[in-house]
């Protein structure tokens, strides 16, 4: 008996098939179904609705453990479920950090208890010892922020990943130019109020000199980078130039390629990020995403009080899975962007940089994880519809056309009608 038949899908060329599921594995995609299929008790006519590989999140913020009260893994896993993610990689910036065996380790049980979607972890880099014992447990990647590090520092910890073969993550802004003019901006009393000033402190030259400095380290050290949350059209050109000749990949967020600096007049403090929004000049557009390798929500949460401080003190990051979709589907209305890239950036992309095996592609024999998407929802975004801990965003009220109706991982429907299903997850690796 077939586990689940998806019948009258429609994919990214238009074609209609359907797609036959055994034991959480693709086992079929077939334009007729035979008699005996449609004996099965569990077929769901999708009536010609598309359906795209499951999303696969590279980088999203879980707090989990320690930070709880802004979001844990329960609830932000059901936010992935909820924006067509079947995969996320969670950061290790919780506290304890994510940098040794026993944190590693403990984050990862946290996971499997609590999470509605399969994911990986990355790695925090302490030291030489901690990476070798790390390795053992299979984590995605490795993670630095380099604005907390100094360059002999840096020089350091790009070090403890030679020979790992592991891909090394980077937070991209230059620690001695982020401090200096946060210094300077905050001497003025003016600036508390002021937004943009946020914008001038951690500025365009920051990341790009950062990102300099991560390529020379890496091609020290023979390092795989990708380059989180890249944020200006600048350093995008930067690293276009080199990219043939280095192992690196370059993510978009939705926030950095949807909003600029402008948007501080209308929201404030509550769309302050890290790298922070550019002013117009400097902001990266939907016509940029053709030159990036993925997409990253860089889902960031915090309680509402955390992001209605001052300039200076308001904790920095945006919530991004259940509007990301929403995002890109309308844009794909507009002809602006294509369903094909979509997967590219979201699905094949992710899962190839981070070597995820049986994920990013709807092919026989690949994990069932699946997305499926009616191109003609309207809807306003919603802070109450969330299900993130955090119910604010810079898109609040923002007509959107094509959402996400039904996200299915290894078989199983987690998120149907925006309703969420718990079932058993897997560490992807």
Not at 80 to 107: C, R, S, W
Request: net charge negative; hydrophobic share 35%.
């Amino acid at each position: 008996m077939n586990n689940l038949i998806l019948k009258n899908c429609k994919f990214s060329d238009k074609q209609i098939k359907n797609i036959i599921i055994e034991d959480g594995k693709i086992a079929k995609i077939t334009k007729t179904l035979s008699k005996s299929d449609l004996t099965s008790d569990n077929i769901i006519d999708l009536k010609e609705k598309y359906v795209i590989p499951g999303l696969i999140d590279p980088h999203v913020h879980f707090r989990d453990p320690g930070l709880t009260y802004k979001e844990d893994w329960a609830s932000g896993s059901m936010a992935a479920a909820h924006g067509g993610y079947t995969t996320v990689i969670d950061m290790p910036n919780t506290n304890p950090q994510t940098d040794t065996l026993k944190n590693f380790k403990e984050k990862k049980q946290i996971a499997l208890k609590k999470s509605y979607c399969d994911f990986a972890l990355q790695a925090g880099v302490k030291s030489k010892k901690d990476v070798d014992e790390i390795m053992t447990e299979k984590p995605a990647s490795f993670k630095i922020f380099m604005d907390l590090y100094s360059d002999d520092e840096l020089n350091e910890l790009f070090s403890h990943i030679e020979n790992t073969g592991k891909l090394l993550c980077l937070h991209c802004e230059d620690q001695k130019l982020v401090n200096y003019y946060t210094s300077k901006l905050k001497e003025n009393p003016d600036n508390k109020s002021d937004c943009k000033a946020y914008s001038r402190a951690r500025s365009e030259i920051a990341e790009l000199i950062s990102v300099h400095k991560a390529m020379t380290y890496a091609k020290k050290y023979n390092l795989q980078l990708h380059l989180c949350h890249i944020s200006s059209n600048q350093t995008l050109k930067y690293v276009e130039a080199y990219k043939q000749d280095m192992n690196i990949s370059i993510e978009a967020t939705p926030h950095h390629i949807f909003l600029d600096n402008s948007t501080y007049d209308s929201y404030g403090t509550k769309a302050k990020t890290n790298p922070p929004l550019r002013n117009k000049k400097y902001a990266l557009c939907v016509d940029d995403l053709c030159k990036f390798d993925s997409i990253g929500t860089d889902h960031a949460p915090h309680t509402l009080e955390e992001k209605t401080k001052d300039t200076w003190t308001t904790a920095a990051g945006i919530p991004g899975l259940e509007v990301t979709m929403k995002l890109l589907l309308s844009q794909v209305n507009k002809n602006k962007l294509s369903l094909d890239e979509i997967i590219r950036l979201t699905s094949a992309n992710p899962a190839r940089i981070f070597k995820i095996e049986n994920k990013g592609f709807i092919k026989e024999g690949y994990d069932a994880d699946l997305c499926v998407i009616d191109m003609d929802k309207y809807g306003k975004v919603d802070v109450d519809e969330f299900y993130t801990q955090a119910k604010y965003t810079p898109f609040e009220g923002m007509e959107y056309n094509g959402d996400v109706i039904m996200t299915i991982n290894r078989g199983e429907i987690i998120c149907e009608d925006d309703e969420l299903i718990k079932h058993d997850v897997k560490y992807v690796y």
